[in-house]
């Protein structure tokens, strides 16, 4: 057990739909990561949320936003959902910010776009 | 630009054989890499990472890598399969000097493991 909890564990909607993918980081650990994983993408870096505030930014799409709240938890949000979108995220949380850091993944969401 | 190669997206070996998955990058700087596995269903676990110290790396479950700069390789090797170590495993290539927008997710290697 890696300490990250992730809800919830699956997810099934419709296009056109919103939804929302929480994430609790480790004890201490003041960043946050959000991956994508699909079948034809692989493993795609999201965002990076450190202390409240965004700190790197990946191949996200803008239809997807996230947030990080002052108690360190973080929401990814999927707007206006498409087929593709259907995936595994992840989220991970490390101590700090540096890319080395070792991140801690969660058990991860998995959404199915109808 | 950086980017990462897994050689093989498949690899099977017997229990008790050794295992060796193949992982080659390109990185403009001097790069930190990371070997990830993820067992079915689960997120994914570090297994050892190389930050300019040591070039053999040992990590978990007696697995060890080295970083050869000569050949762009990080290959993570076990002298001896054990049937929990089937699952996905992710060589992952970062520059140390720049931000999470720079980490690189290889496509994974399959491993199986035969009884």
């Known amino acids: 057990d890696s300490g990250v909890t992730q809800t919830p564990k699956h997810l099934i909607t419709a296009t056109g739909q919103r939804v929302t993918l929480r994430c609790s980081p480790r004890?201490?650990?003041?960043?946050v990561y959000w991956y994508q994983q699909s079948l034809d993408q692989g493993l795609q870096f999201l965002i990076q949320?450190?202390?409240?505030?965004?700190?790197a930014k990946g191949n996200i799409l803008e239809r997807f936003s996230a947030q990080q709240f002052p108690d360190l938890h973080s929401e990814l949000n999927l707007s206006s959902l498409e087929l593709g979108d259907s995936a595994l995220y992840f989220c991970?949380?490390?101590?700090?910010?540096?890319?080395?850091?070792?991140?801690?993944f969660g058990p991860g969401t998995r959404l199915t776009v109808l | 630009a950086q980017s990462v190669t897994q050689l093989d997206s498949h690899v099977s070996v017997s229990e008790g054989t050794p295992v060796l998955l193949r992982c080659n990058y390109s990185?403009?700087?001097?790069?930190?890499l990371f070997w990830y596995v993820q067992h079915p269903n689960k997120g994914l676990q570090l297994l050892l990472k190389?930050?300019?110290?040591?070039?053999l790396v040992k990590g978990i479950n007696g697995f060890e890598a080295e970083f050869k700069k000569s050949e762009t390789s990080f290959h993570l090797t076990k002298p001896s399969a054990h049937m929990s170590d089937a699952a996905e495993y992710f060589c992952?290539?970062?520059?140390?000097?720049?931000?999470?927008?720079?980490?690189?997710f290889g496509s994974g290697t399959r491993l199986s493991i035969r009884p």
């Open positions: 990185s403009s700087y001097s790069p930190s």
């Open positions: 949320y450190y202390n409240g505030e965004e700190r």
């Open positions: 190389y930050t300019s110290a040591a070039t």
């Open positions: 992952v290539v970062s520059d140390p000097y720049s931000s999470a927008s720079k980490i690189i």
């Open positions: 991970a949380s490390s101590e700090g910010i540096m890319s080395t850091d070792t991140q801690y």
């Open positions: 004890s201490g650990d003041l960043s």
